[in-house]
Nanobody, 127 residues
């Protein structure tokens, strides 16, 4: 059983930056592809970014490309989401997720393919 705990959310102004962290425990972190999703009130949970087990490959939804960067530190059992040039439409609850895999190239944009989820951290972008 893997536990995921997100942190780093908050209230910021448009154009500001935030770095979200997701600390994992209870499993071998390097055996999990990781993803970030977000959900705004009244909307579905949407894919934001994903990273493979080794961190060599990263994937983003189009709306955050060039602004957000996903990374991981397998020695610290942590995945990060660096968010720059934040916009009001980035406002949402952000969740990290873990998908167990033996393949180093696996990632997923589908929330249904992830095995474990954190509780989320709220990001609000407003002037």
């Amino acid at each position: 059983q893997v536990q995921l705990v997100e942190s780093g959310g908050g209230l910021v102004q448009p154009g500001d930056s935030l770095r979200l962290s997701c600390a994992a425990s209870g499993g071998t972190f390097s055996n999990y592809a990781m993803g970030w999703f977000r959900q705004a009130p009244g909307k579905e949970r949407d894919f934001v970014a994903a990273i493979t087990t080794s961190g060599l490959s990263r994937f983003y939804t189009d709306s955050v490309k060039g602004r957000f960067t996903i990374s991981r530190d397998n020695a610290k059992n942590t995945v990060y989401l660096q968010m720059n040039s934040l916009k009001p439409e980035d406002t949402a609850n952000y969740y990290c997720a873990a998908r167990r895999t033996i393949y180093s190239t696996v990632y997923s944009r589908d929330y249904g393919e992830y095995d474990y989820w954190g509780q989320g951290t709220q990001v609000t972008v407003s002037s």
